[in-house]
């Protein structure tokens, strides 16, 4: 099976300087072109046979473009959400730093922002996520997860064995694609954060 990790286009709060999480914004004009590049070139190329999303705005409304250019099966999952960042959702980010500063040495795995999961919540959700949909999608050769950097951070940690408290972390580009190979002996990173067709398209 292929697993096609795939973070969301533009959204509103990419330009407007927030703490975004769990805030529900939505994509822009330019994030809604950059998901119909995309779905041209899975459409294209590589095309699954299921796509799984994040119920937040910018990631469903990606993933709908790219399942009506697909024509294939879309399916919601919430623990796809991104970081539930409790109270700092949709603060600026420079009021956020002062009315909600780091603790000094940063948070710990375990606690959480106020309003909000902790990092060590956050891993245990996206693995259940992750385990769920790779258990109802066997029957398929190839699924898109569409969800966000955050989450798709978490994973590839995950899929790698890094702890939860490690400062590792995958860039992902809007729109970018990265390609997972499950195979009998276990899971297969092929490519991170490819964004060509954003370019080539």
Same mark, same amino acid.
């Given at each position: 099976? $292929? ?12 330009? *407007? @300087?927030?703490? $975004? !999480?769990?805030?529900? =914004?939505?994509?822009?004009?330019? %994030? ?7 779905? #041209?070139? *899975?459409?294209?190329? #590589? ?13 469903? &409304? ?6 009506? &250019?697909?024509? #294939? ?12 960042? !409790? ?12 009315? =909600?500063?780091?603790?000094? @040495? !940063? +948070? ?7 309003? @909000? $999961? ?6 245990? +959700? ?23 950097? %955050?989450?798709?951070?978490? *994973? ?16 992902? %580009?809007?729109? %970018?694609?990265? *390609? ?5 002996? !276990? ?11 954003? =370019?080539? =398209?």
């Amino acid at each position: 099976m $292929e697993i096609l990790l795939i973070r969301h286009g533009q959204s509103e709060a990419d330009i *407007l @300087g927030v703490h $975004e !999480g769990r805030a529900d =914004y939505p994509l822009t004009e330019l %994030g809604k072109k950059q998901a119909k590049r995309l779905a #041209c070139r *899975l459409n294209e190329q #590589c095309p699954p046979d299921i796509i799984w999303t994040s119920t937040l705005k910018r990631a469903s &409304e990606t993933a709908t473009i790219l399942a009506d &250019e697909v024509g #294939c099966m879309l399916m919601k999952e919430p623990n796809l959400m991104e970081f539930n960042n !409790g109270v700092l959702a949709g603060l600026p980010r420079e009021i956020a730093a002062t009315k =909600y500063p780091l603790p000094p @040495g !940063g +948070r710990k795995p375990h606690e959480r922002i106020q309003n @909000g $999961e902790s990092e060590i919540e956050f891993r245990m +959700r996206v693995e259940m996520a992750f385990s769920k949909i790779l258990a109802e999608s066997s029957a398929v050769l190839r699924i898109a997860i569409v969800s966000h950097s %955050g989450t798709i951070s978490n *994973l590839l940690r995950s899929i790698l064995h890094l702890p939860v408290s490690t400062s590792v972390k995958f860039a992902t %580009g809007d729109t %970018g694609i990265h *390609l997972i190979k499950k195979e009998d002996e !276990g899971l297969q990173i092929v490519t991170l954060n490819n964004t060509e067709h954003l =370019y080539n =398209y």
